[in-house]
Structures are given as structure tokens and as C-alpha cells.
């Protein structure tokens, strides 16, 4: 059984930083697509970043790149996500996905087979 788990939420002032986990059982890290998404308040789920198995490219959506970073950790089964220069727009329970696809269209939910339970960012302005 897959299980996702983020950490890492909480609130943050505008211009601040954050720092997301997410911890994998079932499925190593490494040779799955590990994605970010996140859900505003009346909004849809969009996008964010995501790392590729294999290499580790990595993808970002266009609103957050140059400010977030998506890494993996193979040791500890973990995929982080560091957000900079944090604005309220990116204020969102932010979700920690996983699909078999090497480079799919990230922003179809429907290609992530697992998902973990969110963790709440508010970013103060």
C-alpha cells in the first residue's frame, strides 16, 4: 500500500519561506514522478512542480517558478518542496502526489494514482 504524507505547512508572511516534506511508504521515490499540487480556497487543484524518476528533471508551474525547488531525498524516501519569496497567492493546502508516468501532463490530476492528505500553507500579506 502507497502512503504519502506531507509536512511542513503553517503560515508564513509575505517574502518568507517554507519548507515542505513529503514521506513515501510502499513506493520508492526514486522511480516514480513525485509532483506538487496545490488547492486554493474555491479553486481547482493546479499544479506546482514535480520530479521526474530516473534523472530528476525537474518541472514547474510558470506562477512558481524561480522561487519554488522540488527535490528528493532516495535515503530517506522523500520529496521537499522549498518555497522563497513566498506571496499570498500561494496560499493553498498543498498536496504531494505520485504517478508512473515519466513526463505526463502534470496538471491532469488523473494521472496521479496516489495522493497524500495536504498540509495548509497561508501566506500572511
Known amino acids: 500500500q502507497v502512503q504519502l504524507v506531507e509536512s511542513g505547512g503553517g503560515l508564513v508572511q509575505a517574502g518568507g519561506s517554507l519548507r515542505l516534506s513529503c514521506a513515501a511508504s510502499?513506493?520508492?521515490?526514486?522511480?516514480?514522478?513525485m509532483a506538487w499540487l496545490r488547492q486554493a480556497p474555491g479553486k481547482g487543484r493546479e499544479f506546482v512542480a514535480a520530479?521526474?524518476?530516473?534523472?530528476?528533471?525537474?518541472y514547474y508551474a510558470h506562477a512558481v517558478e524561480g522561487r519554488f525547488t522540488v527535490s528528493r531525498d532516495n535515503a530517506k524516501n522523500t520529496v521537499d518542496l522549498q518555497m522563497t519569496s513566498m506571496e499570498p497567492e500561494d496560499t493553498a493546502i498543498y498536496f504531494c502526489a505520485t504517478s508512473t508516468y515519466l513526463q505526463p501532463n502534470f496538471a491532469d490530476t488523473s494521472v496521479y494514482d496516489y495522493w497524500g492528505q495536504g498540509t495548509q500553507v497561508t501566506v500572511s500579506s
Open positions: 510502499g513506493r520508492r521515490v526514486s522511480q516514480y514522478t
Open positions: 520530479i521526474a524518476w530516473g534523472g530528476g528533471s525537474t
